[in-house]
């Protein structure tokens, strides 16, 4: 009879391979958080940390992704977002670091930057919420699907995890999935792995790391929090394509509601057009996001927080957090066995 720790590594065979990684737990790519250190840790810790390249220059990402190679020899990844200007650009800079992974988010990205990665041997990683949306990319030729809940902290979409993966995960088999939004126990990463999935990826469960550059003001935010505490920002007029985003409930909350009344009103006056209004409402979450993180400002700043921020309750090394998902991991595969025992027993 299989140990739970290879009955572990058995479920996750296909995600360590892919990943090239001891656990195949992913680092989520959060803004401002996921950086050198704490993208470090991650993968030192036996997982794959993913930097945020966020808004970053190609100079500033050249800077980050050798920093972060300073920091550790294993395997990490850089998310690069689809809409950045520079995406080509950025894509270069992966190749020339010698980056092994590329997460490719904020829409279906541009057949060029999944060429361009592909011709140099970079894997491919896209976000699917939706079954449409995972063909799509299948058919263009990305190596794996990270499907994200609307569990998760920052920009999401309109349907849980639990959903997600009865609709994505019996019906893709060719390349690996990863599983993301709401996780952050060891039970659940092996219910997912149960049901197909190559790994997990976590972000709200590493944001009190000790490693995580995160004023304690924002980490304090985070520990005090409940899973009611992380609640959805609102549309306010159908014209507005505001994907919605996750985040403790404060001033914020409230100034953003106001602001987007204000970009209606002048786009109503024809003092601003829709597509620069839709650019606004993505710079406010930028900048109220750095002033959370960077200045520790956690009333005017954006707290984005997914809803297993519940479950953070205190400030622990990567490498214990890591290890208490794998231990709470095997502890469920063992109850599993012993179930297994029972009935075979009963029979």
């Not at 950025?90 to 988010?105: P, R």
């Not at 999935?197 to 924002?218: D, M, N, W, Y």
């Not at 921020?309 to 400030?315: A, M, S």
């Not at 214990?320 to 595969?333: S, Y």
């Amino acid at each position: 009879m299989q140990t739970p720790e290879n009955r572990l590594n058995d479920l996750w065979s296909v995600g360590r391979k892919f990943l090239g990684v001891k656990h195949a737990i992913l680092g989520g790519a959060m803004t401002w958080v996921s950086e050198r250190n704490l993208v470090s840790s991650i993968s030192n810790a036996g997982g794959f940390g993913v930097i945020a390249s966020g808004a970053m220059s190609p100079q500033l990402l050249r800077e980050e992704i050798k920093a972060t190679q300073a920091l550790t020899p294993h395997p990490f990844g850089v998310n690069l977002i689809t809409l950045h200007p520079q995406l080509l650009e950025l894509i270069d800079v992966c190749v020339d670091q010698d980056v092994t992974h590329v997460v490719l988010a904020g829409g279906l990205p541009p057949a060029a930057a999944i060429t361009k990665l592909k011709d140099k041997g970079v894997k491919v990683i896209c976000f699917a919420p939706a079954f449409v949306i995972a063909k799509k990319l299948m058919k263009i030729g990305v190596d794996a699907l990270i499907i994200e809940g609307m569990e998760a902290g920052g920009h999401i979409g309109p349907v849980s995890t639990s959903v997600l993966v009865q609709e994505i995960l019996p019906q893709v088999t060719e390349i690996p999935v990863f599983v993301a939004g709401g996780i952050g126990r060891g039970e659940t990463i092996v219910s997912y792995l149960e049901m197909g999935a190559a790994g997990c990826q976590l972000g709200t469960r590493f944001v009190c790391a000790t490693e995580s550059i995160a004023h304690p003001k924002f980490k304090k935010a985070f520990i005090s929090a409940q899973a009611r505490d992380a609640i959805t920002s609102p549309q306010l007029d159908s014209r507005f394509p505001v994907i919605p985003v996750r985040a403790l409930t404060n001033q914020a909350t409230k100034d953003f509601m106001t602001y987007q009344k204000e970009l209606i009103a002048k786009v109503d006056n024809q003092e601003l057009d829709l597509k620069e209004a839709q650019l606004n409402i993505e710079h406010f979450w930028a900048g109220a996001l750095r002033r959370a993180v960077i200045d520790g400002d956690i009333e005017r700043g954006s707290l984005m927080a997914g809803q297993s921020v519940g479950l953070v309750t205190k400030e622990q090394t990567t490498n214990e957090v890591i290890e208490e998902l794998l231990t709470q991991a095997k502890q469920a595969l063992l109850f599993r066995s012993h179930l297994d025992q029972r009935h075979m027993t009963q029979c």
